[in-house]
């Protein structure tokens, strides 16, 4: 591993010492978590500093965070999404785990720091609602575009019908079953 | 003394429907539409072990020249306008094998929020067929069912 742990501590101190947080230090994946505002300037400083040289992004993933409540129903805890990126010195990785607001969930695009990005962010857009602020191209990328609601979020309800087609199929074991 | 007995070489008896349906059977060329993993059983059936091409059973690559379509996989529902679209632009007669559990119902993605559950509610459905994925023998035994079904058809009558 090119950087230690210790470097990843001053990035943090550097960035922003109060709203910076290191989780899984032992791991061989550090998470990094961050403020949303700090966003830009910490993925600058992994691809640009060559102690860093992290030029390669694995992946974007997002997670709605829920808890349940006592009384059955959910309790809606915010937008979670990781930046997983590798160094191209010896393949190390590190994520940066940003946490967003349950409602209008917004953070700046990386898609014109990293070229790649730019899929990985319509995904989370398409299926959890996130908004990509300056995204070169933010639309949906696998469901089509007139899809309504963002089915990976927890509160999302399934239309009874889309385009005419039922989402949902009788079940034929009812017509014979005996009361 | 039978009427065959008495028939000259190479004549044979039959009625125009059977001789219809009998060409039929054997000449149904399908669409290649694998949609996802059903479509590597699809796949092994057009290969050497399975042949489907001994049934005169031939793929084609576009919906103008097919009878059958086989359904082999998941289909979503940004996929099911195109399905509708190929499906329509084949010629009448024409027929639906619905390959494996996703395309008869939903399957595996019975809960899922972007796959059709069932094909037949997008299409009229003649054969379907169990399995996940069915085996290449399996196929043949759908196609055999339908070719039973098309040579009992009355092709000329309404």
């Given at each position: 591993m090119n950087f230690s742990i210790t470097l990843l501590e001053k990035l943090a101190q550097e960035m922003a010492p109060s709203t910076s947080e290191i989780i899984q230090?032992?791991?061989k994946m550090p998470i990094l978590k961050i403020d949303a505002k700090d966003l830009r300037k910490v993925m600058l400083i992994l691809r640009d500093n060559p102690v860093f040289e992290?030029?390669?992004?694995n992946n974007i993933s997002g997670v709605h965070l829920t808890a349940i409540k006592e009384d059955g129903t959910l309790d809606l805890k915010g937008v979670e999404v990781l930046y997983v990126l590798s160094s191209k010195l010896d393949f190390s990785t590190i994520a940066i785990r940003v946490d967003l607001p349950e409602v209008n969930p917004e953070i700046d695009t990386i898609d014109d720091l990293f070229v790649s990005a730019n899929w990985f962010e319509r995904e989370i857009y398409d299926l959890l609602g996130v908004n990509f602020i300056n995204s070169q191209d933010l639309r949906r990328?696998?469901?089509?575009?007139?899809?309504?609601?963002?089915?990976?979020?927890?509160d999302y309800k399934e239309n009874a019908s889309y385009n005419g087609m039922p989402t949902t199929r009788p079940n034929e074991l009812d017509a014979i079953r005996v009361e | 003394m039978s009427l065959y007995q008495e028939l000259p070489e190479n004549i044979l008896i039959t009625s125009v429907d059977e001789l219809l349906g009998w060409g039929r059977k054997h000449s149904l060329w399908w669409l290649m539409?694998?949609?996802?993993?059903c479509s590597i059983e699809l796949m092994h059936t057009g290969g050497?072990?399975?042949?489907?091409?001994?049934?005169?059973s031939a793929p084609r690559?576009?919906?103008?020249?097919?009878?059958l379509i086989i359904i082999a996989g998941t289909l979503t529902y940004k996929m099911a306008s195109r399905l509708k679209l190929l499906y329509e632009q084949m010629a009448e007669p024409r027929y639906v094998i619905s390959m494996g559990s996703c395309s008869n119902?939903?399957?595996?993605?019975?809960?899922?929020?972007?796959?059709?559950?069932?094909v037949d509610l997008i299409i009229p459905v003649d054969v379907y067929l169990p399995g996940c994925p069915p085996r290449p023998e399996a196929l043949l035994e759908a196609l055999i069912m339908l070719q039973k079904k098309i040579q009992k058809e009355k092709f000329l009558r309404k």
């Open positions: 230090r032992e791991s992290m030029k390669y992004i990328i696998m469901l089509p575009d007139d899809w309504q609601g963002h089915p990976l979020r927890r | 539409f694998g949609l996802a993993c050497p072990r399975a042949d489907i091409e001994r049934f005169g690559g576009t919906p103008r020249q097919s009878d119902c939903g399957g595996l993605f019975d809960r899922a929020y972007s796959v059709v559950k069932g």
